[in-house]
């Protein structure tokens, strides 16, 4: 019989725990370990494509992690006049579902435990060999025949490789929380919209996430003191979006802060040891594909090692695996970072801009490759209309 490979993960977030369920679920022999005490997810809701709705089919989180999601079928701009940027139809075949992010982390962590993936947190990784080992902050070293770094824009795994080209923090961030959805919140004509408002450097993006919340990611510079305050700033934010000043009233006390970070390597891997999610390619979320290229990469990942019977081999397959996915996933990072910088431009300016470039059929599938791709390891799925 041929013997279980084993497989260490450091990181606990989307992209190591679909990690861990694509191994689990080709026979391998997974231990992950998480910094925090719980498997948590920073942020409030997540934009999810149909690539990643497809991966997640694949691990066999999908119904878990969309249960009662809402499913948008426009997503619209506006400018700061309250005027209509562009409307733009999501495709019936592509569907864009958005949830709360602890949802979709717990499918993820019971399609892994499902695939017997053994889940350790509380446990700390300081560094990695490109021997499929990883170091823990109580002094033990964990070895693999494969070692995955899946730990953030922060990757220890990736500094102690040596494998960092760049980590950029942008010039602009995003505050983030959740509030109930009351009668009336979203005008009858808006229903099933997706709204990106903008004002100047600040924007208001509003998502249902299920019947019962709304996401909201308020985005501004980061040099904003006033603007970037997790006590909210209702009045500064109310006038800048007065039509929305009834959701602004109701932010309360649990509302997070980040920057955008963007994550460049040499390589994806080194030796038995690799790297995904942010630890190798964060990206701005202009496009809302950082996890699904998390997700994407680590199913892929799977279908590289597939038929690896010795762990003699896996570096080869690794490399096999970044050539592969690296092209797309490059793609999407330098689209969403180009994408951003409408944020810099005047009000007037950036409604030409969008409009110009969105009604082009080649930047609109630029822009788009990513959520219309076929992930690997999801061919088998019929596409969502002709079901
Ligand atoms: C404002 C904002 C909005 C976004 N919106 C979207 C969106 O709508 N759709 C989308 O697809 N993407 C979105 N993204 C991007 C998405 O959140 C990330 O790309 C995704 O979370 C990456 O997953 P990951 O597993 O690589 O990293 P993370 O989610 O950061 O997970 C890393 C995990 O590793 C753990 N960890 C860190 N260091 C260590 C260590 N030393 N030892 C052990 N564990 C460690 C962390 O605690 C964490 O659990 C957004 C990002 C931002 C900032």
Redesign the pocket.
Known sequence: MKQKLTAVI????????AAAAALGMRGWDVTL????DA?????S????WEN?LRVLEALGAAEAATQHAFRGHYFEQRDNLGGIIESAPIRADKRLM?VRRPQLLAALADAARRYGAKIVTG????GATARGELLLSDGRRVSGDLALG???????VRQSLGLEVLHEQAQE??L?TVIEAMPGDIPTADAGKYIENWNGPLRLLITPVNDREIYL?LTCPATNARAKSTTLDKALWGDAFPAWRHLIDRVGADVSW?V??VTKVTSWSAGRTAI????AF??P?NL???????MQSALALSVALADVADARDIPAALVAWETQERPLVDHCQKWSCLYGEVANLPDEVRTMTIRAAMSNPWVSAQVFRAANHIPTGTGHIPVWDQR
């Open positions: 450091a990181g606990g977030g989307i992209g190591g725990l370990f998480e910094r925090q498997l948590r997810a920073s942020g809701g997540i934009y999810i990643g958005t446990c700390e990784v300081t899946v730990d953030g824009v922060w990757s220890r961030g995003a983030r990611a980040g955008y970070s995904l999610g942010d630890a964060a990206q979320p809302g594909q950082g996890g699904g290229m998390a």
